[in-house]
T-cell receptor, first 113, second 116 residues
Framework: AQSVTQLGSHVSVSEGALVLLRCNYS??????LFWYVQYPNQGLQLLLK??????LVKGINGFEAEFKKSETSFHLTKPSAHMSDAAEYFC???????????FGRGTSLIVHP | KAGVTQTPRYLIKTRGQQVTLSCSPI?????VSWYQQTPGQGLQFLFE???????NKGNFPGRFSGRQFSNSRSEMNVSTLELGDSALYLC???????????????FGPGTRLTVL
């Protein structure tokens, strides 16, 4: 079985500070990993995805994530937070040829001025 | 390109009723997936349709069903509504041609269903 754990249901940062959202996964086969963002009253938007190519993945809006197999992690980072980054962030996994994705419970990013 | 559209955006129903939600994918996309999002259970996969056939199914009771039409538009139906069915229902489309896990999914804004 596959699973995704997002550490921290809420993360609070100041504008301009580093953003770090944590995601750990469990999968018996090589995973494909995704980060999505959801703004209020909207659907999910893909930020970036890892599909077994480069382990450091760059996404939209200045976000990036690094796949670390030894740590079974795929943490999302951004060097400098903007107020517009305030949203819900979801880590997701699919693997083994299965289309059915597994989502983490989400992390709400709060950005203080 | 127009994005994924879902109608209606909001619905209020009572227990025991049934409901049909609609999703129009991005032009050219053949795969449509449905998800249920609730504060308690998070995001859960319902099912995926590709070329009018259900290709993948999540772990939901038979009260939840769907279909896809030849133009790739999809509908989801929930019969005999229960209070616990109150949720945001999200639809996502993708080209679907890779068949599996690496496709980027494009999500619609969702339908907010409230069951009273």
């Amino acid at each position: 079985a596959q699973s995704v754990t997002q550490l921290g249901s809420h993360v609070s940062v100041s504008e301009g500070a580093l953003v770090l959202l944590r995601c750990n996964y469990s999968s018996s086969v090589p995973p494909y990993l995704f980060w999505y963002v959801q703004y209020p009253n909207q659907g999910l938007q893909l930020l970036l995805k890892y599909t077994s190519a480069a382990t450091l993945v760059k996404g939209i809006n200045g976000f990036e994530a690094e796949f670390k197999k030894s740590e079974t992690s795929f943490h999302l980072t951004k060097p400098s937070a903007h107020m517009s980054d305030a949203a819900e962030y979801f880590c997701a996994l699919s693997s083994g040829g299965s289309y059915i994705p597994t989502f983490g419970r989400g992390t709400s990013l709060i950005v203080h001025p | 390109k127009a994005g994924v559209t879902q109608t209606p955006r909001y619905l209020i129903k009572t227990r025991g009723q049934q409901v049909t939600l609609s999703c129009s994918p991005i032009s050219g996309h053949r795969s449509v997936s449905w998800y249920q999002q609730t504060p308690g259970q998070g995001l859960q996969f319902l099912f995926e349709y590709f070329s009018e056939t259900q290709r993948n199914k999540g772990n939901f009771p038979g009260r939840f069903s769907g279909r896809q039409f030849s133009n790739s538009r999809s509908e989801m139906n929930v019969s005999t509504l229960e209070l616990g069915d109150s949720a945001l229902y999200l639809c996502a489309s993708s080209p679907g041609t890779s068949g599996v896990s690496t496709d980027t999914q494009y999500f619609g804004p969702g339908t907010r269903l409230t069951v009273l």
